[in-house]
């Protein structure tokens, strides 16, 4: 216990020097959006000399931080590399849990990353941090690297991260369905994205993809890949929980009733409906909640579907609080959505799996995986991707 506080000690003391030499540091040498050789597949927002910079934007799960501390750890895991610092623009975790999951991290990590690392915090135009609050000009740094990633996100509203979410999310329902190879041009069209940015993620899968005359495919199930598309899912699905508080809930068999009422082509079923759809035999004894695709493009999205559903629900953000409906949004060209005749349409099983496993139905998502893999056929030539 005396040596690992004698670590935190020296630790707050090496940062607090670091920041006083980069105060005396005018921003030569900065470079955005720079892909780390040695840290395959994570590029980082900002580069400041020795010290890189990677920007969360309104952080409010637990796992989603440990993910962004974990990456962060990657990319400062280079001799070049003095000081890696994660930002957290406006997040809603309470102080004490951003500590708890700071010294978590301390615990866990290399001691030769310990004096690299650092987390600054910006709420309401305030600024935290971990181990020292930033000083002034320290903030003058950090305001430059969230301006280029505001305007950056200005310009589009789904960035880069969003980008890789798409692109995996897409490649592995072809990997499940055994569908075959795809092009960069089906990638593009399915997701939205310009034909560079598709490249340039398709270069960050490279240890996982197989390449097959013009098209590639992922040649197994990204496993380390997959564990930070879910802690991301909440962000770049934008989720929206809802629950009950008036004693007297809707089943998720009586929200899909009225689901199927209003006729709503866009707004899919998912979630353990959704995976019992595809995987009959699955091993799930009644649904705890129904999730809902909205399938909404670039445009705005109307909530107000979700009073029809029933007016008693309220949305909650309350880690804690059992969610009745959960609805995330589709924001590709092609939804993927599988008609269902009479009803809604169904959700394509990769938006399936990430519900069960945000569900935490572990078990269920892994069986969900190997029976749909199992019973793929070969892919017809004709039926592939272009």
């Known amino acids: ?15 607090a020097t670091f920041i006083s030499k980069l105060q005396a540091r005018a921003m030569t040498a900065r470079q955005f959006n720079l892909r780390l050789d040695h840290a395959a597949g994570l590029t980082a927002d900002a580069v400041v000399g020795d010290t890189v910079f990677q920007v969360l934007v309104g952080v409010r799960e637990g796992r989603r931080l440990r993910a962004a501390l974990l990456e962060i750890a990657r990319m400062a895991d280079a001799s070049w590399v003095k000081h890696a610092v994660l930002v ?23 001691t030769h990353l310990l004096d690299r690392l650092m987390i600054m915090m910006r709420t309401d135009k305030h600024w935290t941090g971990f181990p020292t609050p930033p000083s002034a000009s320290l903030r003058e740094v950090l305001e430059q690297v969230l301006d280029h990633e505001r305007s950056a996100g200005a310009a589009s509203v789904r960035g880069s ?6 692109i995996l999310r897409l490649l592995v329902h072809q990997w499940l369905l055994a569908k075959g190879p795809v092009t960069v041009g089906w990638l593009k ?14 270069d960050r899968f490279e240890h996982d993809l197989v390449q097959s005359g013009r098209g590639v495919e992922l040649e197994r199930f990204p496993r380390e890949e997959w564990t930070r598309l879910l802690a991301l899912s909440d962000a770049a699905r934008r989720t929206r929980r809802y629950t009950d508080r008036s004693g007297q809930p809707r089943s998720p068999a009586s929200l899909l ?6 006729q709503r082509a866009d707004v899919a079923v998912g979630g353990v409906a959704g995976a019992l759809h595809y995987c009959p035999r699955l091993d799930i004894v009644g649904s705890p909640r129904l999730d809902l695709l ?3 493009g670039s445009g705005d999205v109307d909530y107000e579907f979700v009073q029809r559903l029933d007016p008693g629900l309220q ?8 969610a009745t409906l959960v609805v995330h949004l589709l924001r590709r060209p092609v939804s993927l959505f599988e008609p269902s005749g009479d009803g809604p349409p169904w959700a394509d099983p990769v938006e399936c799996l990430i519900d069960l496993q945000d569900a935490r139905l572990e078990p269920q998502a892994q069986q969900f995986v190997t029976d749909l893999r199992s019973r793929a056929t ?3 030539r004709g039926d592939r991707a272009t």
């Open 257 to 262: 009733g009225r689901l199927r009422e209003l």
């Open 315 to 322: 949305p909650t953000t309350h880690p804690r609080e059992n």
């Open 161 to 166: 991260a969003n980008a890789w979410h798409e």
């Open 378 to 380: 070969a892919p017809d």
């Open 88 to 110: 957290l623009d406006g997040p809603t975790l309470s102080p004490s849990r951003l500590r708890e999951e700071w010294d978590g991290a301390l615990s866990v990590l290399s």
């Open 189 to 202: 069209n399915s997701s939205g994205y310009s034909h560079p940015t598709v490249a340039k993620i398709l």
């Open 1 to 15: 216990m005396l040596a690992q506080t004698e670590v935190k000690v020296a630790t707050t003391i090496i940062l």
């Open 294 to 296: 909205v399938h909404c």
